[in-house]
């Protein structure tokens, strides 16, 4: 485990993944320190947060024959990833004990570095703090003025708490940025919040949610690269993801 004092912010850079199906990504720890997740886990096994693909120790919500769920160990459960999250964790919170400056510049040098036109934001995880947001909006909003023209998707659970609403909504006003709040429980509806862009859903039954469109990745199609899609960086359209 990386202790946290012997990471200098001024130097280090967030870890870039890259996953199979969405591509680059800044990932952090997910669990408790996501502060959507106590409004989802209020709903008991309909709350998506309490089948977290990318929590350790979780379970799949896939059901097998007897009705039981079955464990299904991840990727997010190997050291070298955990190992990943827990790093960038603790960078970000390094530079936000430092100042909200040292946060921005970290995420700067941090997002200079992702390669392609997209790039989603915590693959697991969420944002953990109200001044993380803001600068991560500014280090966007500055990268852009420097040429950077990469489009960014933030997921998240944070629209339930209601002081992460405005950094939030001025983050969705960055150019290139769709900012989408993420539904708390299978099969809901994707979440309408004033001033971010179209939500998203969990389904277990298909069409359920009655999203405008549908994640084409599953089976033989295993990317948004393969499947062609962009849906989740088109800030207008609400999407349904099946369950992991
Ligand atoms: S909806 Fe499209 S862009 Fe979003 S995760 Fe699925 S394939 Fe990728």
Not at 88 to 93: D, R, T
């Amino acid at each position: 485990m990386l202790n946290e004092t012997e990471i200098d912010p001024l130097a280090g850079c967030l870890r870039i993944s890259k996953t199979a199906k969405t591509g680059p990504t800044i990932g952090g720890p997910a669990g408790p320190s996501c502060p959507g997740m106590r409004a989802s886990l209020k709903l008991g096994a309909e709350g998506v947060c309490a089948f977290c693909y990318a929590a350790s120790g979780k379970m799949s919500g896939k059901a097998d024959k007897a009705g039981g769920l079955r464990s299904k160990p991840t990727r997010y459960r190997t050291p070298p990833v955990q190992a990943i999250r827990d790093y960038n964790m603790a960078l970000v919170k390094a530079a936000l004990a430092i100042s909200e400056r040292c946060c921005t510049d970290l995420y700067k040098r941090s997002l200079r570095q992702v390669r392609g036109d997209v790039f989603r934001l915590n693959d697991s995880g969420d944002l953990h703090s109200v001044v993380q947001v803001r600068a991560l909006a500014t280090a966007i909003r500055e990268l852009r003025a420097e040429g950077w023209n990469v489009r960014v998707w933030v997921p998240t659970r944070t629209w339930t708490v209601d002081r992460f609403l405005a950094p939030l909504r001025d983050l969705a006003t960055v150019e290139g940025v769709s900012v989408r709040p993420s539904a708390l429980g299978f099969d809901q509806a994707p979440p309408v919040v004033a001033g971010l862009h179209a939500g998203t859903s969990a389904e277990r039954v298909k069409g359920a949610s009655g999203a405008d469109a549908q994640c084409p990745v599953g089976g033989a199609v295993k990317s948004c690269a393969a499947a062609g899609c962009d849906q989740c960086w088109r800030p207008e359209l609400t999407v349904a993801y099946h369950e992991h």
